[in-house]
């Protein structure tokens, strides 16, 4: 069948297809507007994660040197990137589902499969400025205008998606706090052990006071001292923040390592000092029997005085971190709800809807414009 003899058979019927067209467009219009689900997308844009140039506590110095091992060198969009991992876990689904209280709308029994298929409605996108642009697909039911109330699906998409947001923070903070909980916890443990060393040494050095009447030392003598109760303490502070990485970081960690090297060095600092090595203090050798006790006891006394405070401070700066209620994501517009179904597209759904019926109503003229035009060669050969 040629071209003319196509364009002849669209011209003789073309009021039939007309005709067919536009019931067919009349239809689907009615069909999008009256009985299909509209599904409406709320979106949420979300601000990077700062990095922090100070930290609260020993904890997030040592969750930033977690984070820092596993970014890559553009922290902005990596950073993102494990915001988006997040919002798209399991346990944030669960959170939505649970707070709104939305199982049996995704019609199952299983809590792990409907959070499933709302995670398969999320929408997130990183910007190359590592923005995070989340939104979430809302449906109504089947025939939405008799059915539904339009105005609560609108509201009820902002709604799930700013939950997600809530979710991603409150995984967040849940997280930090708990490395918080486990440092405060262990800092605990040392307070109470270096509290009772510390009641024990000054009981000691009161006694020894008391039965020798106190002596005095000459300011070299005290200089020594305070040296090496500096670096003592120093030691036991450095002995302290490799337990505390213990619980965030691998062994082999370059941070960790440096800390052992710096150990050792403050160690074989202090061996010099306790035999004379040092000539610029007055060897703990040289003392005098009863000097040597008092020097002894003096020591030890501000070791732990030093420690102690050193871990009082820590301490009260992750009691404080562990029970901040600060939020951890910043928004930048929250989700409002949308004016305008994403689905369907009810003109241009519509339109090539009606397209198609042209298209279709004119194929099947055509085709029995062929039967008929070979039904009547071959009736013209008989």
Same mark, same amino acid.
């Given at each position: 069948?040629?071209?003319?003899?196509?364009?002849?058979?669209?011209?003789?019927?073309?009021?039939?297809?007309?005709?067919?067209?536009?019931?067919?467009?009349?239809?689907?219009?009615?069909?999008?507007?009256?009985?299909?689900?509209?599904?409406?997308?709320?979106?949420?844009?979300?601000?990077?994660?700062?990095?922090?140039?100070?930290?609260?506590?020993?904890?997030?110095?040592?969750?930033?040197?977690?984070?820092?091992?596993?970014?890559?060198?553009?922290?902005?969009?990596?950073?993102?990137?494990?915001?988006?991992?997040?919002?798209?876990?399991?346990?944030?689904?669960?959170?939505?589902?649970?707070?709104?209280?939305?199982?049996?709308?995704?019609?199952?029994?299983?809590?792990?499969?409907?959070?499933?298929?709302?995670?398969?409605?999320?929408?997130?996108?990183?910007?190359?400025?590592?923005?995070?642009?989340?939104?979430?697909?809302?449906?109504?039911?089947?025939?939405?205008?008799?059915?539904?109330?339009?105005?609560?699906?609108?509201?009820?998409?902002?709604?799930?998606?700013?939950?997600?947001?809530?979710?991603?923070?409150? =995984?967040?903070?849940?997280?930090?706090?708990?490395? $918080?909980?486990?440092?405060?916890?262990? *800092?605990?443990?040392? /307070? +109470? #052990? @270096?509290?009772?060393?510390?009641?024990?040494?000054?009981?000691?050095?009161?006694?020894?006071?008391?039965?020798?009447?106190? =002596?005095?030392?000459?300011?070299?003598?005290?200089? $020594?001292?305070?040296?090496?109760?500096? *670096?003592?303490?120093? /030691? +036991? #502070? @450095?002995?302290?923040?490799?337990?505390?990485?213990?619980?965030?970081?691998?062994?082999?960690?370059?941070?960790?390592?440096?800390?052992?090297?710096?150990?050792?060095?403050?160690?074989?600092?202090?061996?010099?000092?306790?035999?004379?090595?040092?000539?610029?203090?007055?060897?703990?050798?040289?003392?005098?029997?009863?000097?040597?006790?008092?020097?002894?006891?003096?020591?030890?006394?501000?070791?732990?005085?030093?420690?102690?405070?050193?871990?009082?401070?820590?301490?009260?700066?992750?009691?404080?971190?562990?029970?901040?209620?600060?939020?951890?994501?910043?928004?930048?517009?929250?989700?409002?709800?949308?004016?305008?179904?994403?689905?369907?597209?009810?003109?241009?759904?519509?339109?090539?809807?009606?397209?198609?019926?042209?298209?279709?109503?004119?194929?099947?003229?055509?085709?029995?414009?062929?039967?008929?035009?070979?039904?009547?060669?071959?009736?013209?050969?008989?």
């Amino acid at each position: 069948m040629d071209f003319h003899t196509i364009l002849h058979t669209i011209l003789v019927n073309w009021k039939r297809i007309i005709t067919i067209t536009v019931s067919s467009t009349l239809i689907l219009f009615l069909i999008f507007m009256f009985v299909y689900p509209h599904t409406y997308k709320s979106t949420v844009i979300i601000l990077p994660p700062e990095k922090s140039s100070s930290f609260m506590g020993l904890s997030s110095l040592l969750a930033q040197q977690n984070m820092t091992s596993l970014l890559s060198p553009s922290l902005s969009n990596a950073s993102s990137q494990l915001y988006a991992e997040i919002l798209k876990s399991r346990t944030a689904s669960m959170y939505v589902i649970n707070k709104l209280g939305i199982q049996k709308e995704y019609g199952e029994g299983d809590i792990n499969v409907a959070a499933n298929k709302l995670s398969k409605d999320l929408d997130i996108e990183i910007t190359k400025e590592g923005l995070i642009k989340v939104s979430v697909e809302y449906s109504s039911r089947y025939f939405p205008l008799m059915i539904d109330d339009l105005t609560k699906v609108k509201k009820k998409s902002a709604n799930l998606t700013n939950t997600f947001v809530e979710a991603l923070d409150n =995984i967040n903070r849940e997280k930090l706090t708990s490395k $918080s909980k486990k440092v405060r916890i262990f *800092l605990e443990h040392q /307070i +109470a #052990q @270096t509290r009772t060393t510390l009641d024990s040494v000054e009981s000691a050095l009161q006694d020894f006071q008391k039965n020798n009447k106190t =002596i005095s030392l000459p300011d070299q003598l005290k200089a $020594s001292l305070e040296n090496a109760a500096k *670096l003592k303490a120093e /030691i +036991a #502070q @450095t002995e302290i923040e490799l337990g505390l990485m213990k619980f965030n970081i691998k062994q082999d960690d370059k941070i960790y390592q440096s800390l052992l090297r710096k150990l050792e060095q403050l160690k074989q600092q202090y061996e010099n000092i306790e035999s004379g090595n040092a000539d610029y203090l007055l060897s703990f050798e040289r003392i005098p029997s009863l000097g040597k006790q008092l020097t002894s006891l003096l020591r030890e006394v501000k070791i732990q005085n030093e420690i102690y405070i050193f871990l009082q401070q820590q301490f009260y700066k992750e009691k404080i971190e562990e029970n901040r209620d600060l939020p951890t994501v910043d928004v930048l517009d929250p989700a409002i709800p949308p004016n305008r179904p994403v689905s369907p597209r009810l003109f241009f759904s519509t339109l090539l809807g009606s397209l198609f019926a042209f298209l279709i109503s004119s194929f099947i003229l055509l085709i029995k414009e062929n039967k008929i035009i070979a039904s009547h060669d071959k009736h013209i050969k008989k």
